[in-house]
Nanobody
């Protein structure tokens, strides 16, 4: 299985930006990778995914504000989050697209003034 560690979260004001990282314990190059968010009291939802060749797809709710990217040489997936909104608050997780369950710790983002 692929083990990943998410980092880069924190407290940010609405309208601010953060860049999240998802580092794999080994190469992530064969996998379509995805970011998810679990807001307080809500189910985990899809945010964005990226194919091995770098083609990204984002949820409509974040399109134009969030950008997913990857650096396979660093075994790392990134999520650049711009214009964060209060509803963007939650725990952000990274996983291979094919994985349902087996979630790691995630990284907490709080968008609050």
């Amino acid at each position: 299985q692929v083990q990943v560690v998410e980092s880069g979260g924190g407290l940010v004001q609405p309208g601010g930006s953060l860049r999240l990282s998802c580092e794999g314990s080994t190469t992530l190059s064969p996998y379509t990778m995805a970011w998810y968010r679990q807001a307080p009291g809500k189910a985990r939802e899809f945010i964005a995914r990226i194919t091995p060749d770098g083609s990204g797809t984002s949820a409509d709710s974040v399109k134009g504000r969030f950008t997913i990217s990857r650096d396979n040489a660093k075994n790392t997936i990134y999520l650049q989050m711009n214009d964060l909104k209060p509803e963007g608050t939650g725990i952000y997780y990274c996983n291979p697209w094919s994985i349902v369950g087996d979630w790691g710790q995630g990284t907490q983002i709080t968008a609050s003034s």
